[in-house]
């Protein structure tokens, strides 16, 4: 069973950071792509960053320059460096990953909350 555990949501101001951390119960090898969602109240869940086995990113437009996804050497594990946060970013965030042998079947974290207040 795979399973994906979410840390590091809270309260903060505008112009403050957080880093959220994953961590996922199988081996790094077996994780294609590791990333972060996230839905604001009232909207419907959208990407925020994405990172390869090879530790290449993408990100929405909204969060480039700002947020930064990293993986550890290992594998199993996402960070989202999130800078310059603001009252726009504050939603719950969940953690995603797919697996090389289930390459179209999403897992998700239970999410956390992050609000940035003005």
């Known amino acids: 069973q795979v399973r994906l555990v979410e840390s590091g949501g809270g309260l903060v101001h505008t112009g403050e950071s957080l880093r959220l951390s994953c961590t996922t119960s199988v081996t790094g090898s077996a994780i294609s792509i590791m990333g972060w969602y996230r839905q604001p109240p009232g909207k419907q869940r959208e990407m925020v960053a994405l990172i390869t086995s090879r530790g290449n990113p993408t990100y929405a437009d909204s969060v480039k320059g700002r947020f930064t996804i990293s993986r550890d050497i290992v594998g199993n594990t996402a960070d989202l460096e999130m800078n310059s946060l603001q009252p726009e970013d504050t939603a719950i965030y969940y953690c995603?990953?797919?697996?090389?042998?289930?390459?179209?079947?999403?897992?998700w974290g239970q999410g956390t909350q992050v609000t940035v207040s003005s």
């Open positions: 995603n990953a797919r697996l090389f042998n289930k390459p179209t079947y999403d897992y």
